[in-house]
């Protein structure tokens, strides 16, 4: 159980190679940031693109790269899907996760979790920006980094907070759609995910959401 939160937690995290420093803006800047940001996310009902995912080991000062696509159809459906070096699939239906692997399947609820939830609002959040202040999970704070805005998520809840001390949202400041998302774990480990030749939209096959 625990190595599959981890896993949906992956999703949620990013790491980003930092050129700039951090900067916090003002509270009247962060409200235009974050309202900017909520306009553009109100506009995607669906949203496609492929990623690459660097997750790198603290201690062992070890790197481990994987590449993939995601799906997401507004509200609740998102398909996060890793074929490169291992084929792996979570697809986010509503109140069901369903987890695919070359030799198993598997489906929870996660109304039966309060973590669950929390990950599936975190992982929602992360595709389209939505809520960056109006989630009680988290405490967020508004940066730029260079020509990037920077919703820095820190998490309020413990189940959360065992899993990891922060996460950032990077959002092209022209498009305010993420770009980017850094998750840092509670043992020092940190993922990132690049998203690139974000589409959003177009169509979806429905079946890219079934269980089976």
């Known amino acids: 159980m ?25 509270d009247a800047q962060a409200q235009t940031m974050v309202t900017k940001i909520n306009q553009t996310a109100a506009k995607i009902q669906t949203l496609t693109c492929q990623f690459t995912q660097v997750k790198t080991l603290r201690f062992l ?24 070096p291992y084929n792996y699939a979570f697809i986010l239906n509503g109140q069901k996760v369903h987890i695919k692997t070359a030799k198993r399947q598997q489906t929870i609820d996660i109304r039966q979790s ?11 959040n992360s595709v389209t920006g939505k809520s960056l202040t109006s989630d009680k999970d988290f ?8 020509d990037d ?13 065992q899993l990891f001390t922060t996460i950032r949202l990077y ?12 998750m840092t774990e509670k043992n020092g480990d940190t993922t990132i995910i690049t998203l690139r030749d974000v589409k ?6 429905a079946q890219m959401f079934a269980e089976r």
């Open 61 to 84: 000062n070890d790197k481990m790269t994987s590449q993939g696509r995601m799906c997401y159809e507004g509200p609740d459906k998102l398909r996060w899907e890793y074929t490169t």
């Open 149 to 161: 805005w920077v919703a820095e998520l820190v998490p309020q809840k413990k189940e959360m907070k």
């Open 171 to 182: 959002f092209d400041g022209k498009r305010q759609m993420v770009s980017q998302v850094e």
């Open 2 to 26: 625990r190595k599959i939160l981890i896993t949906l937690c992956m999703v949620t995290s990013l790491t980003l190679q930092a050129q700039a420093p951090l900067k916090k803006v003002t």
């Open 114 to 124: 309060r973590l669950f939830q929390g990950i599936a609002r975190v992982m929602m």
């Open 139 to 146: 405490a967020c704070t508004m940066l730029t980094r260079g």
């Open 200 to 205: 959003t939209n177009g169509k979806i096959d």
